[in-house]
């Protein structure tokens, strides 16, 4: 197990109505702990479908999901960017 | 390129408005190479169709198509009250966004002869005319700097962590990312797959 930072913004942001929250989990990559979120049902199940349009940074940096976790990481999930 | 002080590359992501003289002024001053300053402003626009609710009236399909083509500013249709854009509102994330610019800027280094570049981006709201972003550039020709100022701007549209919501008679809603601004990327050499 490790705890992970998660953010949230924009339209993610509001439909799950949480900016962050702090979760002690044993997700091995990004993708498993989106799925982790997925399956808390409602909201979560929704905003984070697959099949939706997320995006997700790690410590602050856009990576694929297919990217490794490790404890004190911080995790971003969020729409397409919609620029200047 | 010799290495030049920290202070001619800066990024800034600020609520408060700027003042384009000033910036510009500040990227030349004492930087005696400088023959050409660019700078680009984007501006909270006069209404949006996206903004639009489904089932209402759009305007005529030419007007829409041709937005977002350069010189197409002009013909602009009048659009009802309900579906015009009382003010944008701007989020980012702190740290990430800034990062991220600061990526782009040296990218535009290693692909221009350009000496200094800034970039200021306000986030929160913002009402109809209101300045949004500007990117300022310096070089010793005008070439370089026109090209290092549209990519860096190409750029920040599909790749800076924004989000852009709009607040209008007809509702608010989060604008979504658009191809036609990845295809802008495209034209520099870069994949950009943020809108797919």
Known sequence: MHTIQIRFFAALREALGA???RLPTAAATVADLRDELIGRGGAWAEALARGRAVRAALNQAMVPESAPL???DEVAF?????GG | ???QPAALAQVRIQIEDFDLSTEVAALHTADARVGAAVAFVGLVREWTPTLAPSGAA????GALASLGRPGAGSVAPTLAPAEALDCLELEHYPGMTERA???????ARQRFEIFGARVLHRVGRLGLGEQIVL???????RGQAFQACEFLMDYLKTQAPFWKKEHGAAGSRWVDARTSDDAA??????AASNAA
Do not use: N, R, Y
């Not at chain 2, 610019?101 to 990218?107: A, D, T």
């Not at chain 2, 990117?135 to 020709?141: G, N, Q, R, S």
């Not at chain 2, 990327?185 to 870069?190: Q, T």
């Open chain 2, 58 to 61: 759009l305007p005529p399909e």
């Open chain 2, 135 to 141: 990117v300022a550039v310096t070089a010793a020709h």
């Open chain 2, 185 to 190: 990327l495209a034209k520099w050499g870069i």
């Open chain 1, 19 to 21: 900016t962050e929250l």
């Open chain 2, 101 to 107: 610019i600061e990526g782009m800027v040296e990218q």
């Open chain 2, 1 to 3: 390129m010799a290495a």
């Open chain 1, 78 to 82: 969020f729409p397409p960017v919609t």
């Open chain 1, 70 to 72: 490790k404890d004190g």
